[in-house]
Nanobody
Framework: QVQLVESGGGSVRPGGSLRLSCAAS????????IGWFRQAPGKEREGVAC????????YYADSVKGRFTIFRDNANDKVILQMNGLKPEDTAVYYC????????????????WGQGTQVTVSS
C-alpha cells in the first residue's frame, strides 16, 4: 500500500525555522517527483515547492523563494522542506505529494498524498 507520511511540524515564532520530512512506504520516494503543499483555514491548497525525479527541476512559490529549500535525503529516502525565516502567513497544514510522471506546483498533478503536518507561526 502506497503511503506518505509528513513529520516535523510544530509551533515557532516569526523568524524561526522548521524542517519538514516526507517519507514513504510501499514505494521508493527517490523514484517519484515530490511536491510540498499547504492549506490554511478557509484558503485553497497551494503549492510551495516541488522537485522532479532525478532532481533536475526544482520550483518554489514566489511567497517562499529565498526562505524555503526542498531537497532529497537520499540516504534515508526522504524529501525535506527546510523552512527558514518563517512568517505568520506561513501558518497552515503542510502536505507532501508524489507522482511518478508529473510535477509542478498544481495539486492536480499528484496522485499520492500524505495526511499533513501542522505548522504554526505566531508570536
Amino acid at each position: 500500500q502506497v503511503q506518505l507520511v509528513e513529520s516535523g511540524g510544530g509551533s515557532v515564532r516569526p523568524g524561526g525555522s522548521l524542517r519538514l520530512s516526507c517519507a514513504a512506504s510501499g514505494f521508493t520516494l527517490d523514484d517519484y517527483a515530490i511536491g510540498w503543499f499547504r492549506q490554511a483555514p478557509g484558503k485553497e491548497r497551494e503549492g510551495v515547492a516541488c522537485i522532479s525525479r532525478g532532481d533536475g527541476d526544482i520550483y518554489y512559490a514566489d511567497s517562499v523563494k529565498g526562505r524555503f529549500t526542498i531537497f532529497r535525503d537520499n540516504a534515508n529516502d526522504k524529501v525535506i522542506l527546510q523552512m527558514n525565516g518563517l512568517k505568520p502567513e506561513d501558518t497552515a497544514v503542510y502536505y507532501c505529494a508524489a507522482d511518478f510522471y508529473r510535477y509542478g506546483l498544481g495539486y492536480e498533478l499528484y496522485d499520492y498524498w500524505g495526511q499533513g503536518t501542522q505548522v504554526t507561526v505566531s508570536s
